[in-house]
């Protein structure tokens, strides 16, 4: 059975098909590398909207079993090449709902994806193995508005659509401590390969909004990321014990960090033992009351081989933030972050190994993660309160921490030094002078070679 009529479908495969030509003609500044390639986009073979399934764009109808019909239509139908679910300009109130393989989700100009206001009956859903809970309480969790187990090949784009969490209630039950299970995300995506997300807009998640997690190959590019800077924990993109991912483009205004990257949490992420690995974060703008890019808490799966280049980040708590803890065991290390301009950043760069809270009290306080590898170079900084703090742990130092042209200007009444403490590392041309754990390059090829 055709779920479109012709007529409607042929202008809808030519706005589909300029988007893949303007897509294809995307280029970033000459000599600039992208994310294209670990992931092609693609053009799809089929066709379906979201009205040929009962949804309404009324923002009054409920349209969660309209979503459900459409994507379950696309399991099965199961054409080759992948269909495209395209959702017209509206507002598309919805309950949770999962994606399927080989489709596109497409949000037309005007159209808003948005989480229906009933928080009552959302669905619980399974802790994730490598937290061995929810993240904020016990048990299991409200699945995110927008789900996925187990895919390959989905494309999550449009023409700068909207996908809105309404997560002021859900952020009101969590300032009221009467929050039963750990708050949905707006994006999660388990287990799957192959995904692209770009030219969409992500607004007030309940929760953290974008959240690929055991995934490999995946692409945020483009993207906006927006929820105000008192919503509690609205991280915007969070890797997740996930490989080859590239988020490049983005602003994000949100209420905790920007991008962190992520590997399960103390016993739990140790016994899974995923690492994030092959992470690339660059073009970022953005600003929030937590760190503009950060590896952790979470790190306990290991996080490796990251490079995170050309942030730009105002008005925010920290600029990069590397943050782990006693018990979470695993692994942070060859991550490098470059190009980065900060202005009016209470803290240019903190690197510690006491952040973050415990699962339960079964995590082994001997788990002492390893870090070192930390190259943090080419920063430039206005109308900063202090430089940075890098504190490792007692018995299990940070090593091999370099940092070089880091530039900042300490400025305003309640300046503070440099403070280091259990670290080793070298630095070059860092202004003010970094402590005195760092001061000397001497025989740290490491460092120099890094330049
Ligand atoms: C959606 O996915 C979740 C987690 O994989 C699963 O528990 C749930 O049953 C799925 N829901 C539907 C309607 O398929
Ligand atoms: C970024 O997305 C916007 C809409 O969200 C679109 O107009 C623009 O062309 C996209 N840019 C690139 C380089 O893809
Ligand atoms: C996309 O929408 C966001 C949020 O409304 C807006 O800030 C941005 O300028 C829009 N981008 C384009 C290319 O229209
Ligand atoms: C370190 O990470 C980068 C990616 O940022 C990667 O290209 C490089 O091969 C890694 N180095 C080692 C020794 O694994």
Same mark, same amino acid.
């Given at each position: 059975? $055709?779920?479109?009529?012709?007529?409607?479908?042929?202008?809808?495969?030519? &706005?589909?098909?300029?988007?893949?030509?303007?897509?294809?003609?995307?280029?970033?500044?000459?000599?600039?590398?992208?994310?294209?390639?670990?992931?092609?986009? $693609?053009?799809?073979?089929?066709?379906?909207?979201?009205?040929?399934?009962? !949804?309404?764009? #009324?923002?009054?109808?409920?349209?969660? &079993?309209?979503?459900?019909?459409?994507?379950?239509?696309?399991?099965?139908?199961?054409?080759?090449?992948?269909?495209?679910?395209?959702?017209?300009?509206?507002?598309?109130?919805?309950?949770?709902?999962?994606?399927?393989?080989?489709?596109?989700?497409?949000?037309?100009?005007? &159209?808003?994806?948005?989480?229906?206001?009933?928080?009552?009956?959302?669905?619980?859903?399974?802790?994730?193995?490598?937290?061995?809970?929810?993240?904020?309480?016990? !048990?299991?969790?409200?699945?995110?508005?927008?789900?996925? +187990?187990?895919? $390959?090949?989905?494309?999550?784009?449009?023409?700068?659509?909207?996908?809105?969490?309404?997560?002021?209630? @859900?952020?009101?039950? @969590?300032?009221?401590?009467?929050?039963? %299970?750990?708050?949905?995300?707006?994006?999660?995506?388990?287990?799957?390969? #192959?995904?692209?997300?770009?030219?969409?807009? %992500?607004?007030?998640?309940?929760?953290?909004?974008?959240?690929?997690?055991?995934?490999?190959?995946?692409?945020?590019?483009?993207?906006?990321?927006?929820?105000?800077? #008192?919503?509690?924990?609205?991280?915007?993109?969070?890797?997740?014990?996930?490989?080859?991912?590239?988020?490049?483009?983005?602003?994000?205004?949100?209420?905790?960090?920007?991008?962190?990257?992520?590997?399960?949490?103390?016993?739990?992420?140790?016994?899974?033992?995923?690492?994030?690995?092959?992470?690339?974060?660059?073009?970022?703008?953005?600003?929030?009351?937590?760190?503009?890019?950060?590896?952790?808490?979470?790190?306990?799966?290991?996080?490796? +081989?990251?490079? &995170?280049?050309?942030?730009?980040? =105002?008005?925010?708590?920290?600029?990069?933030?590397?943050?782990?803890?006693?018990?979470?065991?695993? =692994?942070?290390?060859?991550?490098?972050?470059?190009?980065?301009?900060?202005? *009016?950043?209470? $803290? !240019?760069?903190?690197?510690?190994?006491?952040?973050?809270?415990?699962?339960?009290?079964?995590?082994?306080? +001997?788990?002492?993660?390893?870090?070192?590898?930390?190259?943090?170079? +080419?920063?430039?900084?206005?109308?900063?309160?202090?430089? !940075?703090?890098?504190?490792?742990?007692?018995?299990?130092?940070?090593?091999?921490?370099?940092?070089?042209?880091?530039?900042?200007?300490?400025?305003?009444?309640?300046?503070?030094?440099?403070?280091? *403490? #259990?670290?080793?590392?070298?630095?070059?041309?860092?202004?003010?002078?970094?402590?005195?754990?760092?001061?000397? /390059?001497?025989?740290?090829?490491?460092? /120099?070679?890094?330049?």
């Amino acid at each position: 059975m $055709k779920m479109v009529r012709r007529g409607s479908m042929v202008p809808m495969l030519f &706005a589909v098909l300029l988007l893949a030509l303007k897509g294809a003609a995307f280029v970033a500044a000459e000599g600039e590398e992208t994310c294209s390639g670990i992931v092609p986009m $693609k053009r799809r073979s089929e066709v379906v909207s979201i009205a040929d399934f009962g !949804g309404v764009g #009324d923002g009054q109808t409920v349209n969660t &079993a309209a979503f459900e019909r459409a994507v379950s239509r696309i399991e099965q139908r199961n054409v080759p090449g992948g269909t495209l679910l395209y959702i017209p300009g509206g507002v598309w109130l919805t309950g949770a709902f999962n994606l399927t393989s080989h489709m596109t989700l497409f949000l037309a100009k005007g &159209a808003v994806i948005k989480a229906t206001q009933d928080t009552s009956n959302w669905p619980l859903i399974d802790p994730l193995p490598s937290y061995g809970r929810g993240r904020e309480l016990p !048990g299991g969790r409200y699945m995110s508005l927008i789900h996925g +187990n187990k895919l $390959k090949d989905v494309i999550i784009t449009g023409e700068n659509g909207t996908i809105d969490g309404q997560g002021e209630k @859900w952020w009101n039950i @969590w300032r009221q401590k009467t929050l039963l %299970f750990t708050r949905p995300g707006l994006l999660e995506l388990m287990h799957s390969t #192959d995904i692209i997300i770009s030219n969409v807009v %992500f607004q007030n998640s309940p929760f953290w909004n974008i959240h690929p997690v055991y995934c490999s190959n995946v692409v945020v590019r483009n993207v906006t990321v927006l929820a105000p800077y #008192d919503s509690p924990n609205t991280d915007g993109v969070d890797p997740d014990s996930s490989s080859n991912v590239c988020i490049e483009d983005c602003y994000m205004s949100t209420g905790d960090d920007l991008v962190a990257v992520k590997s399960g949490w103390d016993e739990y992420g140790v016994a899974y033992g995923r690492p994030s690995s092959g992470i690339t974060v660059r073009r970022i703008t953005g600003s929030t009351p937590f760190a503009g890019f950060a590896v952790g808490s979470e790190t306990s799966g290991g996080v490796e +081989n990251v490079l &995170a280049e050309n942030l730009n980040i =105002f008005k925010s708590a920290i600029g990069i933030h590397i943050k782990t803890n006693t018990g979470r065991g695993g =692994f942070i290390k060859n991550i490098t972050v470059s190009g980065v301009t900060l202005d *009016n950043v209470r $803290k !240019g760069l903190r690197i510690t190994g006491k952040a973050g809270d415990h699962p339960d009290d079964r995590y082994d306080p +001997n788990a002492r993660p390893v870090v070192g590898g930390l190259t943090i170079k +080419n920063v430039r900084g206005t109308v900063i309160q202090q430089p !940075g703090t890098i504190e490792g742990i007692k018995n299990s130092p940070f090593t091999q921490i370099c940092l070089s042209n880091v530039k900042l200007r300490v400025t305003g009444p309640k300046q503070m030094p440099w403070v280091c *403490n #259990d670290v080793s590392g070298g630095a070059l041309e860092v202004q003010p002078s970094p402590c005195t754990e760092l001061t000397s /390059t001497n025989g740290m090829s490491f460092c /120099t070679d890094a330049l």
